[in-house]
Every structure is written in structure tokens, then in C-alpha cells.
């Protein structure tokens, strides 16, 4: 089990670090639309926090734009 889960938790950590230092705002979205991770980048263009925004949907801040 662990030689499986060494993988799976090396790509994790790789996206992760991938996510949040990538230098242009960033956000993962479900089918419904609602934010599931947003890097702090995506917060500065929106001027909303990662709270506000996983209590809004992606509709919420495409019309304020």
C-alpha cells in the first residue's frame, strides 16, 4: 500500500507547488461551478479572498468583471 500511495502523494505535492507559485492567477472549479482551490495570484486579480470566493460561484465573479 504505501509503495502506491509514495507516487500519488509526490504528484500531489508536485501540483500543489505548481498551483500556488505559479506566477498568473490560478483556480480549480467542480461541475457545479463553485471554487475547490484558488492560488493567492487568482485572489489578487478578483480582489476577493479564498473564503469569498469558495462561498461564491465562478458566475458571481465572472459578472462583476
Not at 14 to 42: H, K, L, M, W
Request: net charge positive; proline share 3%; with cysteine.
Amino acid at each position: 500500500v504505501q509503495t502506491c500511495a509514495l507516487p500519488i502523494w509526490e504528484s500531489e505535492q508536485s501540483f500543489r507547488g505548481y498551483f500556488e507559485n505559479v506566477a498568473v492567477g490560478t483556480a480549480q472549479i467542480d461541475p457545479g461551478q463553485r471554487f475547490i482551490r484558488v492560488n493567492d495570484r487568482f485572489c489578487q486579480i478578483t480582489g476577493y479572498s479564498r473564503e469569498e470566493l469558495a462561498a461564491r460561484g465562478l458566475f458571481f465573479v465572472a459578472r462583476k468583471r
